[in-house]
Structures are given as C-alpha cells and as structure tokens.
C-alpha cells in the first residue's frame, strides 16, 4: 500500500449531471461521470493545495433502481479476482522455482505450467531476485 491519501467520492445524480460528496472534504459537482475524478482533484487541489495527482480518488456512483447493490458486488468480486491472480503468479514462481530445483529443463516447466519457455525465463528470474536459485533453464 502507498502512504498517499484516498478521497473517497458518492456520486449522486441530479438533472443538471452528479453532485460529488467528497468524504472530508465537501461536495462539487460534474456535468458528466466521466469528468468526476478531475473535478475532484481540482476543488482538493484548490482546498489542500495540494498537487491534484499527489492524492487517489476512489467514486462510487449512486445510481438507485437496484444497480448500486450490484457496482459494490461488481468492485469485490474485481479486488477478490486480483488477489487471487496475484496468489497464482505467487503458486506460479514457487512451483517454476522447484520443478527448476529438481532438475526439469525450461521447456518441461513450460509443459507442466502450460506457459512458454520465455515466460519460465521470466518466473526464474524473478524467482532469483527473491534469493532462488541456479542460472536460466529454457
């Protein structure tokens, strides 16, 4: 995680486009969803003095009929996706990095991770950089 600060945002429609409730720091608005981020930056750049890229904004639009139950779904199932790719690349480098100890060549890693040998490469290599072991293999 980085130590940048987050602005947490609710979007909230109205007939002239989204009213914008910035969590500490006070409500402005955008005439599209697509312009919310910049307009936040702006008014907490403006309010902070702060430079606008100095900081995150994270905007949840309130959309009702039932659709913000599914966004908030949509975002969890999106970090839950990460994370369990991240835990593949992780099981990924650890199995390169022992069928790589147990003598299997490049290209029977390839075979048995169902990816190139370029890509075994690159799993020993950064298996390396954490403390692995032996030269390249593929």
Request: aromatic share 4%; charged share 30%; proline share 2%.
């Amino acid at each position: 995680m980085t130590g940048r600060k987050t602005y947490e945002v609710v979007a909230k429609r109205w007939k002239r486009g989204w009213e914008l409730h910035i969590a500490g720091a006070g409500v402005t608005q955008s005439r599209t969803l697509l312009d919310a981020e910049g307009m936040v930056r702006d008014y907490v750049a403006a309010l902070t003095e702060a430079h606008p890229d100095s900081f995150d904004v994270v905007i949840t639009p309130e959309i009702g009929a039932g659709a913000d139950g599914e966004i908030l779904d949509l975002r969890e199932a999106d970090r839950e996706a990460e994370a369990a790719r991240e835990r593949a690349a992780a099981l990924r480098r650890n199995l390169a990095r022992r069928l790589d100890s147990l003598g299997l060549s490049g290209r029977e890693i390839a075979s048995v991770l169902h990816v190139s040998p370029q890509r075994v490469s690159q799993l020993l290599d950064r298996a390396r950089e954490r403390g692995g072991r032996r030269g390249a293999t593929s």
